[in-house]
Nanobody
Framework: QVQLVEFGGGLVQAGGSLRLSCAAS????????MGWFRQAPGKEREFVAD????????YYADSVKGRFTISRDNANVTVYLQMNSLNVEDTAVYYC???????????WGQGTQVTVSS
């Protein structure tokens, strides 16, 4: 089992920045990737970004490319999401997720609210 705890959500004005953190514990030695997803009110959960844990390769949703950056701290098994140039459409609950050797996101954090005001 893997436990995930997110930090860093909040309220920010459009054009501003926030940094989310997610600390993993438990069976983290088998981590294949970690990522961020989000769910806005009335919408389905969507992929935001993820990072391969060994090689560091990153992937982003088109909607956040060039604005968001995902990074990792292998030693502390922590993943970050730096969010710049935020807009109202980025308002959502952001979830951290972990995939182990089966490469499926089975482990989820509790979510952290990000609200962008106009």
């Amino acid at each position: 089992q893997v436990q995930l705890v997110e930090f860093g959500g909040g309220l920010v004005q459009a054009g501003g920045s926030l940094r989310l953190s997610c600390a993993a514990s438990g069976r983290t030695g088998s981590t294949y990737a970690m990522g961020w997803f989000r769910q806005a009110p009335g919408k389905e959960r969507e992929f935001v970004a993820d990072i391969n844990w060994s090689g560091g390769r990153t992937y982003y949703a088109d909607s956040v490319k060039g604005r968001f950056t995902i990074s990792r701290d292998n030693a502390n098994v922590t993943v970050y999401l730096q969010m710049n140039s935020l807009n109202v459409e980025d308002t959502a609950v952001y979830y951290c997720a972990a995939a182990l050797t089966d490469r499926r996101y089975r482990y989820w954090g509790q979510g952290t609210q990000v609200t962008v005001s106009s």
